[in-house]
């Protein structure tokens, strides 16, 4: 009896109705698909295609390996129901991954379909748990917490929550859940269960490496990196909720080039339009936008414009594009996916026809007059229930293909700005899936909260969304709900959260500040309001000058900026890093969740609880860190209380990198 064959380099087997085949993937990369009563689908849903790696496959009757490079896997047939078993090995025959048992009076299936109405399964995959390892990555939660061992992560994207499914362990191992169905994954102490609501097929990668970063770059080379971030997402972005006219836009602009505080892009927020899916500016209050570009262009500021994927019942698009089948489908009952300032759908993301369709409206009304930055908000898509069971894409029904949307959202743009000719690409957007940092996507961690709690969460989420591949990540400066301007402990969440900025991949201020005035057209019909100030000259005398400092140290730094953006696009290394990922000996750095390193070489250690002005920093070992703002030196491998008033945040330099940052932080 053949259990397993080879063909053209893939490792196969058979068994009653399932199909397992493993394929070498990849620098030390093993993919891994099953599926039960079909064949194999070649579709790639988060992997490119890469250069056919040639992989070491022995067979035997009961047994069957095979490597490619430090990844082996093992697979062995099993008991009287002759079950199949794989482990993960690297190149030192430790033990990586293995799944679970499938025999036994339990009756257990490490990879068990359950069929559902109309031919796809429901799927949960089941690797035994080894409670001494540590996991990181799998995009953004909005939580306190470094180490996902023992969470249970929701497989889907929500307003703030961005699912990237690309897990690094503390073993030296990555594994990506290569599906985009709507899910779950437990990260047990006994089990680590990844569960698919509906799909075809299992599929997965996974890679051994020696350090987090080898791992890393693996990861990057099957999922593609980030192009090189242009010039202007280096330094300080000016934005709130919202500029409503041009003449804000232009008095605001200009009043930075009065101060002589530096500023490479202005972003006008949504309902600069007349209604969702007009995808052009609303003449009543954006008159000659073209001029207001060409003035900004002047200046040296980039103009970035908001997109909403909504298309309300009432633009002037819509009914072409629901004749013409350019929009997401509910299931059954009333076509309405989001209730705000109307009635709204979604335009499908997924379908080729609605990209092109969608894009030369945007190139017509804005690429055209000179924009080259695009803000692509409402990016999960924000379904007001979130009930995905309800709703259908051009490439299948969201509880299947669902995940995809942010990415290909990104790609629409990406695309067409390629297309229009433009090289230097970063658009910012709100959620990602695997592979949307190849289409330029920055993504900004969603509507928090103004609070502290909320800070820290980001510096975890930044960490996470990094090791999961995606690169180019921000958060807005401050918090976008509840900071009321005149409010003293709100001033001083915002400085610390400008400094936090200030070292992230990129700075951008940003939030609904309170108070809010009403806004109404010539019509009297009620607009979506604007918030208060939010420039730096908005916070008090106090705040103004600490501001300005840390735009001028963001400046300070652009080209120790640049050449992690150049590594990011060359190697797809995180810019925000966890300790570990520099410093993988060093225990420690592993539980480490309250700083991180920008790059190589800055250590930040964020302020990030209300009226504190000092806090405890550990110094990774084996290097000695020198302070940033006063030059003093101190040895790694131990804690330190550090001071840091209000005008200051703690970052330390490898020693031998002080050229970067004394600047008396």
């Known amino acids: 009896m053949n259990f397993f064959e080879e063909n053209n380099g893939d490792l196969i087997f058979r068994q009653d109705g399932e199909t397992v085949m493993i394929s070498p993937w990849g620098k030390n990369g093993l993919r891994v698909r099953s599926t039960i009563l079909g064949e194999i689908q070649e579709s790639n849903t988060a992997l490119i295609e890469t250069q056919k790696q040639e992989a070491q496959i022995h067979i035997s009757e009961h047994k069957a390996s095979i490597q490619n490079g430090k990844t082996r896997a093992e697979l062995v047939v099993e008991g009287w129901r002759q079950q199949l078993l794989i482990r993960f090995y690297n190149q030192k025959g430790q033990l990586l991954l293995q799944e679970i048992a499938n025999d036994g009076a339990l009756s257990l299936k490490a990879r068990h379909f359950r069929t559902l109405p109309g031919g796809n399964y429901r799927l949960k995959a089941s690797f035994v748990s080894n409670p001494d ?31 990237v499914p690309f897990m690094l362990s503390s073993l030296g191992y990555g594994f990506l859940w290569n599906n985009p169905s709507i899910g779950e994954v437990h990260f047990g102490s006994n089990t680590t269960e990844w569960n698919a609501e509906s799909t075809k097929q ?11 970063a080898e791992i890393e770059e693996a990861y990057a080379d099957v999922t593609g990196k980030t192009p090189m971030m242009p010039e202007y997402g280096l330094g300080f972005w000016q934005c709130k909720l919202r500029y409503y006219n041009q003449e804000e836009v232009l008095r605001i602009a200009r009043e930075y080039k009065r101060r002589e505080i530096p500023l490479d892009v202005i972003v006008i927020d949504y309902y ?5 899916g007009d995808w052009r500016f609303d003449e009543e209050y954006f008159p000659n936008p073209r001029a207001m570009v060409e003035e900004l262009h002047e200046m040296g500021i980039e103009t970035m414009v908001s997109i909403w994927p909504q298309v309300d019942w009432r633009s002037e698009n819509y009914e072409e594009m629901k004749q013409q089948g350019l929009l997401v489908k509910i299931n059954s009952g009333i076509d309405v996916q989001m ?25 017509k009304n804005y690429a055209d ?17 979130y009930d995905f069971e309800n709703y259908r894409y051009h490439a299948g029904s969201v509880l299947e293909i669902g995940n995809i949307y942010p990415r290909e959202y990104a790609r629409l743009f990406y695309e ?20 949307s940092q190849r289409y330029g996507a920055l993504v900004w961690s969603g509507d928090i909260m103004s609070s502290y709690e909320d800070l820290r969460k980001q510096i975890c989420a930044g960490i996470h969304m990094g090791i999961a591949g995606i690169p180019w990540w921000t958060t807005d400066i401050g918090g976008f709900h509840g900071g009321a301007i005149e409010d003293d402990d709100f001033r001083e969440l915002l400085i610390r959260w400008f400094q936090f900025g200030t070292f992230s991949p990129v700075m951008r201020l940003h939030g609904s500040r309170q108070p809010e ?3 109404v057209n010539k019509a009297g019909e009620v607009r979506e309001k604007t918030g208060a100030d939010n420039e730096v000259w908005s916070f008090g005398e106090e705040a103004y000058p600490i501001l300005v400092k840390f735009i001028r140290l963001r400046e300070k730094m652009r080209d120790y900026t640049r050449s992690l953006m150049r590594e990011a696009h060359e190697k797809g290394s995180p810019v925000m890093r966890a300790l570990f990922y520099e410093f993988p000996q060093d225990a420690n750095c592993w539980d480490i969740k309250d700083s991180y390193m920008y790059g190589p070489d800055i250590l930040v250690a964020p302020i990030c609880h209300a009226h504190e002005n000092s806090r405890r920093v550990y110094l990774p070992k084996d290097t000695v860190w020198i302070h940033a703002a006063s030059g003093e030196r101190y040895e790694g491998g131990k804690a330190y209380e550090i001071e840091a008033k209000i005008h200051t945040i703690p970052v330390f330099l490898r020693e031998g990198r002080q050229e970067y940052l004394l600047y008396n932080v």
């Open 202 to 212: 299992l599929d997965y990668w996974i890679a051994a490496g020696d350090t987090p």
């Open 339 to 363: 209730v705000f300032h109307g009635n709204n759908v979604f335009m499908d993301a997924t379908n080729p026809r609605t990209r092109k369709y969608v894009w030369e409206k945007c190139r």
């Open 272 to 276: 600069h339009w007349p209604r969702c």
């Open 369 to 385: 007059m000179g924009i080259r930055a695009f803000w692509l908000d409402e990016a999960e898509p924000e379904f007001t229930t």
């Open 416 to 435: 067409g700005q390629r297309e229009n000719g433009q090289k230097d690409i970063v658009n910012l957007i709100r959620c990602a899936w695997a592979g």
């Open 517 to 519: 005035t009403c806004i």
């Open 133 to 163: 390892e540590k996991i990181y990555g799998m995009g953004q939660y909005q939580q306190e917490v470094m180490n996902l061992k023992g969470c249970n992560l929701e497989l889907a994207h929500r307003n703030s929550q961005a699912s």
